[in-house]
């Protein structure tokens, strides 16, 4: 037997839907919270190697204390 719905009270399929929609923008939003650490994370080497004196190697991604390397 069903439940009679309050007066204002949304239907069950759009309380489902809302629950799927912020699911999913959650989801969303955590993945770019991760990738902004990840991207955060490669920023911060480079700048520690670069405030020690040394230059940091992209392509072996080595802080270098012996010869200079360019910027991609």
Do not use: N
Not at 10 to 17: H, M, T
Not at 20 to 37: D, H, P, R, S
């Amino acid at each position: 037997m069903r439940r009679p719905r309050r007066i204002g009270e949304a239907p069950a399929w759009q309380r489902k839907l809302i629950l799927i929609v912020a699911a999913v923008f959650g989801a969303t939003l955590l993945l770019f919270a991760a990738w902004a650490v990840i991207l955060f994370g490669d920023w911060m080497r480079v700048d520690d190697c670069l405030d020690r004196g040394g230059s940091y190697d992209y392509e072996r991604e080595i802080c270098d204390f012996e010869e200079q390397h360019e910027a991609p």
